[in-house]
């Protein structure tokens, strides 16, 4: 771990000569744009380094489990503790509580959650029951959990724990790591006098200031769940409360005349669309009737023109059968 550290510094120190050997060296000697891109290739891959060591050092810290296997968690506090680093953990907790009054328990819980310096992230309440997120001091989560469970009856309870140490820390040294590129490049922009090397380090610069306004959000999002603890907590009445709510008298007589009432609503919409659409398709049908079968009867004309013809043959046909008059039998 001090190797990597070592390495981070003396890279640094590259680029800071790099940078000031462009005044003293000529130009053919100089360190251009390109020797300080690919000595920040180096630079930036130091968290990443030291990240591994981290790791290599907690595998090797850590005791061997008995059976075999991966090593405990305990291995891992253990790695964390001998690099003189604080263990970073997200803790979140899950209750579900049955109380005689939810108004009062969720006063109470309140109560008890400022007393602890913690406060409500978000809060829902309908006609029964009441739902809290709550962030508090991680360090005064046990406290709050110890408070709520006498409110009434625990139905459920779950809590987890995540461990984002080495995502923490390798977050914090990348983020230090693309400031002191930062100032690198900055007090190279000054020096450089080729146009072309002077905007790619501007926009160097544009790109590592963005990074660096990421990572910086990101670091302190984390370091706020690490920070506060959360709590989703549920409130509820006892059964007898919540059961299912049965209409009065007056309440049922109202049903019914709503219910009339939007009989008579749908029975005039009807009337309405029969007069609006009936009368124009009762007056269409009328007059197809009128032209095809009725006064006018073009599908009766139409028949009799094609049966005309098939009439006149039947008729010479019969008559060429039929024996001339007086003729002997």
Wanted: hydrophobic share 45%; aromatic share 6%.
């Amino acid at each position: 771990m001090q190797g990597t550290k070592a390495i981070r510094v003396a890279l640094a120190a590259l680029l800071l000569v790099a940078g000031t050997a462009t005044l003293s060296c000529s130009k053919a000697e100089a360190p251009s744009y390109r020797d300080l891109a690919s000595a920040e290739m180096n630079f930036e891959a130091a968290p990443m380094a030291e990240a591994k060591g981290l790791v290599a050092s907690r595998a090797a810290d850590a005791p061997a489990p008995s059976g075999g296997g991966t090593a405990p968690a305990e291995g891992i506090e253990a790695g964390a503790s001998s690099e003189g680093r604080e263990r970073k953990l997200v803790r979140r907790a899950w209750l579900q509580v049955r109380v005689a009054d939810t108004g009062k328990a969720e006063a109470a819980v309140l109560s008890t959650l400022a007393r602890l310096g913690g406060y409500a992230a978000s809060t829902r309440a309908d006609e029964y029951s009441r739902s809290l997120t709550l962030r508090v001091p991680a360090a005064s989560l046990d406290s709050l959990l110890a408070a709520i469970e006498p409110l009434g009856t625990v139905l459920s309870r779950s809590e987890n724990a995540e461990d984002v140490t080495l995502r923490f820390y390798d977050l914090e040294g990348r983020l230090e790591t693309k400031r002191e590129l930062l100032a690198t490049f900055r007090g190279y922009l000054s020096r450089t006098r080729d146009i072309k090397e002077l905007l790619d380090v501007e926009a160097r610069i544009a790109e590592l200031q963005n990074e660096i306004d990421w990572m910086g959000s990101e670091l302190k999002g984390l370091a706020d769940l690490v920070d506060y603890a959360t709590v989703d907590l549920e409130l509820v009445p006892p059964p007898s409360v919540s059961k299912t709510y049965e209409p009065g008298l007056g309440e049922r007589v109202g049903e019914v005349f709503r219910a009339f009432s939007g009989f008579l609503a749908s029975l005039a919409v009807f009337l309405v669309g029969l007069v609006v659409y009936g009368a124009p398709v009762t007056l269409v049908v009328a007059l197809l009737w009128w032209l095809l079968l009725g006064k006018v009867g073009l599908l009766r004309k139409l028949w009799r023109l094609a049966s005309g013809p098939a009439r006149e043959r039947g008729r010479k046909s019969g008559s060429a059968e039929a024996p001339p008059p007086g003729s002997a039998s």
